[in-house]
């Protein structure tokens, strides 16, 4: 699959929330390609906390900023959804 695709899958995955492709976003954030691993970060944003984790903990860790950036900004997403369920 051309990286292109891959973006637009991550993008599908991401917006569904779905736990259901955890394994694809497990892979996808090994990725060699940083577009792909900082997609993938982000398209984390909806699932669970607890699923979301292993793959925003990596992000966090990623030598590119770009990446790093994604997985603060999905984990932001996190909070705030978390917190307006709390309400």
Not at 44 to 54: D, G, I, M, S, T
Not at 63 to 73: E, F, G, Y
């Amino acid at each position: 699959r051309s990286e292109p695709a891959q973006l637009v899958v991550l993008d599908a995955i991401g917006n569904s929330g779905s736990g259901e492709y955890y394994s694809y976003l497990k892979e996808q954030s090994e990725s060699a390609s940083v577009r792909v691993r900082a997609k993938t970060a982000f398209a984390v944003r909806f699932l669970a906390a607890e699923q979301a984790r292993p793959i925003l903990e990596r992000a966090k860790a990623d030598p590119s900023a770009i990446v790093r950036k994604a997985a603060l900004q999905s984990a932001s997403t996190q909070a705030e959804h978390a917190n307006g369920a709390a309400e």
